[in-house]
């Protein structure tokens, strides 16, 4: 058996980090038998600025035959007018999420060894709970539109969307994890975060589908918070959580929060997930391009290292692949063995370089 993968590594410091993700994951491949490819594909700020090319359909296709796909990140600098309106963020990335079906954007946000938490009197024990993103609706199906543009009387709006059918199988997931790290000896507590104080018509949705799955799941411990005040319980009490079922755009904002809460954006890794394996899940890390530091070798590689150790556990269970887990395990391991070396540093700042770190994640194996 051998894993066929799509590499897009994209713009700014995402080719940096898949290329030590690719080194590692060779590494891991030596020591478990496990047998991948790799294939390039271009997708990326500059190569749209190039060719005027975002993705297309035939290029969906093209991946769809992939057993899964390691991105880096794509976008530039923050309002470059070049790239205004979202088009790459929309015509790459969240295209590859709708199209591919990858309704689950999972990321753990977890306090490893020896790093450094912003939050004072917290530690590993404190902080570990992994979100349950849906990744397929919400504000991000790009409906709504611009009435009466640049006159005084400009109308704007962005609809909210949740479906019956997205929202359950999300909250259905969200109850399986939070079984399965019950089965691993975490709680087994499953908290949904909405905001339906004010959003009473998605959130109705969301909260009357929670309460109804909630009944097949006796086993599970359950909860429910405002976003905001899950924000403030993120900073001040983070070991309220152990898994949290959220809808796309605040699962957005609150995993930046748990990437600062964990040490930074060079830790936090996520899958794109299509559980039921009908086209490939899409590994990345959960940060940016991040035009401030590309190309000077700084970038923090980890959370690309730990989203393809997630990458081949997760395609390794949908394909059966034994050696595919073994290496996800691995590596997996091997970065929770190389974190104490940022005790006391900075992650994102920590003047190790990008491929040196990648080297020590290797040497752990
Ligand atoms: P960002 O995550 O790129 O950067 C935010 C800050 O975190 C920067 O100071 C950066 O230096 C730091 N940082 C991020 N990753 C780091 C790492 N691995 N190691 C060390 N430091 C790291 O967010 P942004 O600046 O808001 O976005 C930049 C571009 O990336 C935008 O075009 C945005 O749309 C895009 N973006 C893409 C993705 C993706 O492709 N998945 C995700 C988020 C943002
Ligand atoms: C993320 C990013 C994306 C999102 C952007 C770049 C479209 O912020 O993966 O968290 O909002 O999902
Ligand atoms: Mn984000």
């Known amino acids: 058996m051998s894993l066929n993968l799509a590499s897009i590594p994209g713009d700014g410091i995402g080719p940096e980090v898949v290329d030590q993700s ?5 590494a891991a491949a030596g020591k478990t038998g496990l047998k991948f490819e790799k294939t390039h594909f271009p997708f990326s700020a500059a190569h749209y600025i190039d060719t005027g090319k975002v993705l297309d359909d035939d290029d969906i296709a093209a991946l769809r035959k992939f057993d899964a796909i390691m991105l880096g990140a794509v976008g530039g600098q923050p309002n470059d007018p070049r790239l205004a309106g979202g088009v790459i963020e929309k015509g790459i ?3 590859l999420r ?4 990858q309704y689950i954007n999972l990321r753990p946000v977890k306090l490893y060894p020896g790093i450094d938490t912003p939050l004072k009197h917290k530690t590993s024990k ?15 199906c790009g409906l709504g539109g611009i009435m009466r543009k640049g006159t005084p009387h400009e109308v704007a709006n962005q609809t909210m969307v949740a479906t019956r059918h997205g929202v359950e199988r999300c909250v259905r997931y969200a109850f399986e994890t939070a079984r399965a790290r019950k089965a691993a000896g975490h709680r087994g507590h499953l908290t949904l975060v909405h905001k339906t104080n004010v959003l009473n018509f998605a959130g109705e949705t969301w909260l009357r589908c929670f309460d109804e799955v909630k009944a097949e799941y006796a086993d599970i411990e359950t909860g429910y918070h405002h976003v905001d005040a899950c924000c403030m319980f993120m900073v001040a009490k983070p070991e309220v959580y152990d898994v949290v079922v959220v809808p796309n755009m605040f699962g957005d904002i609150i995993t930046d929060l748990g990437a600062a809460i964990a040490g930074g954006m060079g830790i936090a890794s996520s899958g794109n997930l299509n559980p039921d394996g009908t086209a490939p899940s899409m590994f990345e890390p959960v940060h940016g391009s991040a035009p401030d530091i590309a190309g000077q070798n700084k970038a923090n590689p980890i959370a690309a290292i730990d989203s393809m150790g997630l ?10 692949d034994k050696a595919a887990v073994k290496a996800g395990e691995l590596i997996g391991a091997a970065v929770q063995k190389v974190t104490p070396e940022f005790a006391g540093k900075s992650l994102d700042r920590s003047g190790f370089g990008c491929d040196a770190i990648g080297q020590m994640v290797v040497a752990a194996l």
């Open 98 to 101: 709708f199209d591919l079906d």
């Open 126 to 140: 404190e902080i570990d709970f992994v979100c349950v993103r849906e990744n397929t609706e919400d504000l991000y």
């Open 93 to 95: 990335l969240l295209k």
């Open 311 to 320: 990458l081949c556990r997760e395609v390794g269970r949908i394909k059966g």
């Open 22 to 26: 690719f080194l590692v994951l060779d």
